[in-house]
């Protein structure tokens, strides 16, 4: 089956699909933005790349269904995984500075 004719059955009745703020929203695996479109549906395309979070939480692992996958979409998938590595980072609490007091 074509990528357009799974597109026209899948873009509005599909188990990853969320509404939130008048916007489509979609989970599926492979989809580097989560936008229900059909440049970034990781089920319908036969060369698709995703990335996620390794197993051990240091790092992201790069999912491919081929061997090469979406040329067009480097950026996004660079952007995701930085994204992922940002959020793996420890977050450094800043300390206060505390006035000293007024001895009268």
Excluded at 27 to 52: D, M, Q, W
Excluded at 62 to 75: A, F, I, Q
Aim: charged share 25%; aromatic share 4%; net charge positive.
């Amino acid at each position: 089956m074509s990528a357009h004719l799974q597109w026209m059955v899948v873009r509005n009745c599909s188990s990853f699909l969320i509404k939130r703020n008048k916007q489509t929203y979609s989970t599926e695996p492979n989809n580097l933005k989560a936008r229900n479109s059909f440049r970034y549906n990781g089920l319908i395309h036969r060369k698709t790349v995703g990335v996620e979070p390794a197993a051990d939480g240091k790092g992201v692992v790069v999912v491919m269904k081929r061997r090469s996958g979406h040329t067009d979409l480097r950026m996004a998938l660079i952007r995701r995984a930085s994204a992922i590595l940002r959020s793996q980072k420890p977050v450094m609490v800043k300390r206060k500075r505390t006035r000293p007091t007024k001895s009268s």
